[in-house]
Nanobody, 128 residues
Framework: QVQLVESGGGLVQAGGSLRLSCVCSGRTFSIRAMGWFRQAPGKEREFVAAISGSGGSTYYADSVKARFTISRDNAKNTVYLQMNSLKPEDTAVYYC?????????????????????WGQGTQVTVSS
């Protein structure tokens, strides 16, 4: 049984930082690519960032590039999302997700159906 549990969300002022964590149960964490998505009220879920199983490849949405950093600690079965220079438009529920593959073919990182397991989400609110 694979379970994903996110934490680290909260309320922060614009320009501030937060670090989200996602702990993944299961013995195959280190060989599975992972990703973060977000969904704002009234909007569709959108891709934020992804990382390969080894951590050697990372991908970002243009809207967060240079502000957010995805990383992972396979010894702790945990993937992180460091979010800096937060903006009000970053306000959303952030979801961690696990893919069924190890490497990410460029161009597929944002395709939600490729992510087999999803967490419950953690709320991030950025005030102006």
């Amino acid at each position: 049984q694979v379970q994903l549990v996110e934490s680290g969300g909260g309320l922060v002022q614009a320009g501030g930082s937060l670090r989200l964590s996602c702990v993944c149960s299961g013995r195959t964490f280190s060989i599975r690519a992972m990703g973060w998505f977000r969904q704002a009220p009234g909007k569709e879920r959108e891709f934020v960032a992804a990382i390969s199983g080894s951590g050697g490849s990372t991908y970002y949405a243009d809207s967060v590039k240079a502000r957010f950093t995805i990383s992972r600690d396979n010894a702790k079965n945990t993937v992180y999302l460091q979010m800096n220079s937060l903006k009000p438009e970053d306000t959303a529920v952030y979801y961690c997700a696990r893919r069924g593959d190890t490497t990410i073919v460029a161009g597929t990182e944002s395709q939600a159906p490729r992510y087999a397991y999803w967490g419950q989400g953690t709320q991030v609110t950025v005030s102006s």
